[in-house]
């Protein structure tokens, strides 16, 4: 059977049955389409354990992968493989010998507290034509800095899951298909309530929190890049809108939120993901260190 069509019936599967989300999927298309691209093959057949190693082999050679990228790969060959394995399709999986490189260890990229606080500055007061534009940027950022949010997560935010009276915002289907309800403070509150009062002066209807300024819509994800790109050349700071998930993750555990509260808030379904914030936050650490019982001495 051709790959193409096998392939096909395994995204259906991933979807349908599985209920893996589409960038889960389309990142199995791409890794399944480059393989056999560079490989010349187009029937599951002509799979082996060799022409599966040689992928590797140039990724790491050739296309100087990352060990990321390398295990990204891997993971999603062998998932693709596996099911073939289950539906009958092949008698083993070629990529189970193949071992994957030791991922390295390091502390995620955060902003300190005074780039956060520039940040918020410049964008409430960059020349902008419209007022709009001051109020819901300044809300946008506010939220992701002050609620950590992942830019999906703000993006598909509908106007009903803002419950800033009750200070909660609930985020559908986030990653890994979780809900999750992420509690707001006063200050997030109050500033949402403004870019929402200018929301109103425009009569925006449409369900999404955050919307454009010239359509009844949603705010998309290539204006929230060219907006991000304005900031940083504005701000000379150069950060992501993941580097502003860590930074407030690690403001939260520099104000004393405890590790399991911050899991909950983040989305995290292992806690372990969200200790690596431990050994970001230098302040939090500072203060443990001095609780060692023979400092007094």
Sequence with gaps: MTIQILSQKFFDYSKFIKGFS????KRYRQVINYY???SDITDIEQVSQENVRNLFYHGRTQQKWTTNTFICYHKSLAVFFRWCVKEGYMTGNPIDDIETPKLEKRLPPKLTKQEAMKILEVIDNYPYKEKFLRYRNYAIFST????GL???ELLNLKFTDVDIENLSIFIRQGKGSKDRVVPINYKLAETLNKYLAERRKLNKTCPEFFTSLFINGGFTASGLKRLVDRIKEASGINFTIHKLRHTFATLMLEGGCDIYSLAKMMGHSDIKTTTIYLAANIEHLRAQITKHPL???
């Design 36 to 38: 056999a691209r560079l």
């Design 144 to 147: 992701f800095i002050m609620a």
């Design 150 to 152: 992942r830019k999906k």
């Design 22 to 25: 589409q960038p889960t999927i």
């Design 295 to 297: 400092i007094d001495l």
